[in-house]
């Protein structure tokens, strides 16, 4: 029997991120200012994040070094398992070897605090007493909640309205690790009050949590706001994943043939593979590089690859990235941390390159591999990984028609233990699919802001 878990020691956490921007083969588009449409500076960003991470988000430098405090904390759960799923490549009757980076092992059961910890440290280490941050379902607001309390820095959560009121056990998590969480829209921004004035009930989004914990920011001098996927430095962060994927396939001498993420913002496919596109780009690999996504929101299987805004308020710079236009409202699936209308513009522009390709699923073939891994590994995943899960499955499935022993690794980006409702609904035949409503995209791509390139 070949080892289940591949482990590394604490010493090999890596002592660098790796930034792809080095070895892009064209470089990034620029990021451009809403109003002026010209791109943006440093200082543009200066109001809102702290310079260390600004710098990062337009460094070129191929390694950026991972400081000793923040190695410190990932030594709490990093390094991560590199798993194979043996189990389940019985049960699938596949030639193929399947593994997966298992990330639910951190405290806030996912990838997301390998960016938090991060950018706790560079806010504290410019003196920033307080950031404040918007969450959906919680999973981006208890990372960064757990990061905070480890550095003593005073944490602010916006958490949707209705999040808040039918999900609470996410907002216990942060206020466990002492997070100040409110219901948004709250009374505590002008953004907030200006909404409830006029529909007192309003259950909230994702795009007003933002503009609250934003205007929170840029109005305290000592606060500093934080986002949990989509730009550069977030991506940056989580390539420890992929780096240390890299080391525990070399430890059993394999390499991937097909390396598959799911995709809501884009940090944890990221995270895992852009060390793998680095392979490709550099050594000439011809490597499988696969984003997961819902049907429900299918920015790159179906969007355009546009300038947009990264917000529904219309607050933010302007990201050229696949979107379904930043006021299309996705379907209420189970997967909340892949409903996002647009996609990180690294993610994207590796997709325009050819350097990696997009697929999209339905959430019950989702849940049905979910629950096939699960009765096969044991672990309950998270309904965003599930995606990833059926893809591997996919995969796996057509190498046993083929009879190819490919290896494929996924990203386990989290654990579903707050997500049994979902397993619930999908085991008493429940749970919806939803057909992606082309006639409204098709309407929200006419608003998108007029940029020329
Ligand atoms: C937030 C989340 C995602 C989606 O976000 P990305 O930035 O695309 O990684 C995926 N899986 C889990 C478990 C998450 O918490």
């Known amino acids: 029997m070949p080892d289940i878990k591949i482990m590394l020691s604490e010493e090999e956490i890596p002592k660098a991120w790796y930034n792809i921007q080095a070895d892009l083969p064209k470089p990034l ?23 260390g991470l600004i710098l990062q988000e337009v460094s070129q430098e191929r390694w950026i070094e991972i400081p000793s405090e923040v190695r410190e904390v990932y030594k709490i759960w990093r390094p991560t398992p590199l798993v194979r799923a043996i189990r389940w490549e019985k049960q699938l009757r596949t030639p193929a070897k399947i593994y997966y980076k298992w990330e639910g092992v951190s405290p806030p059961g996912s990838h997301k605090p390998n960016t938090a910890v991060a950018q706790v440290f560079y806010n504290k280490a410019e003196g920033v007493r307080r950031i404040t941050t918007e969450t959906g379902a919680g999973q981006w607001g208890s990372a960064l909640a757990f990061a905070c309390n480890l550095f003593g820095v005073e944490c602010k959560v916006y958490m949707v309205r209705v999040s808040y009121e039918q999900k609470p056990y996410r907002r216990v998590l942060m206020e466990t690790w002492g997070a100040k969480c409110v219901a948004s829209p709250s009374e505590d921004t002008q953004a907030g009050r200006s909404i409830l004035a006029k529909d007192p009930d309003s259950p909230g989004s994702l795009g007003i949590a933002i503009s609250e914990a934003v205007e929170d920011a840029a109005t305290h001098d000592d606060t500093k706001y934080s986002l949990g996927s989509v730009l550069n430095h977030v991506l940056l962060h989580q390539t420890v994943i992929g780096l240390e994927t890299l080391k525990q396939f070399e430890r059993v001498g394999e390499y991937p043939d097909v390396v598959i993420g ?40 179906k969007g355009l690859y546009r300038y947009d805004f990264g917000d529904t308020a219309c607050m933010t710079p302007l990201l050229k990235m696949f979107t379904l236009g930043h006021d299309f409202m996705p379907a209420p699936i189970h997967a909340g941390g892949l409903r996002y209308h647009g996609m990180a513009p690294i993610v994207c ?29 044991g672990f309950i995943p998270a309904p965003e990984t599930a995606h990833a899960i ?7 499935l057509r190498c046993r028609e083929s009879g190819e022993a490919k290896v494929i690794v996924f990203n386990a980006s989290g654990h579903g233990h707050f997500d049994l409702g979902a397993y619930e609904k999908y085991l008493r035949g429940q749970l919806e699919d939803y057909e992606y409503p082309e006639e409204k995209v098709r309407e929200t791509l006419s608003r998108l802001p007029v940029v020329e390139e």
Not at 29 to 35: D, N
Not at 288 to 300: G, H, L
């Open 262 to 301: 799911c995709v809501g913002g884009g940090s944890n496919f990221a995270g895992l593979a852009l060390p793998f596109v680095r392979d490709k780009i550099v050594e000439g690999k011809k490597t499988r590089i696969i984003a997961v996504e819902p049907t429900a929101c299918p920015s790159m299987t």
């Open 349 to 377: 522009h590796l997709y325009a390159l050819g350097l990696i390709e997009a697929v999209a699923y339905h959430q019950n073939p989702v849940f049905e591999a979910a629950v096939s891994f699960a009765r096969a590994e």
């Open 390 to 396: 059926r893809a591997a499955m996919d995969e796996a």
């Open 29 to 51: 588009p620029p990021v451009l200012h809403p109003a002026t449409k010209k791109p943006i500076g440093p200082d543009d960003l200066a109001p809102i994040f702290p310079m």
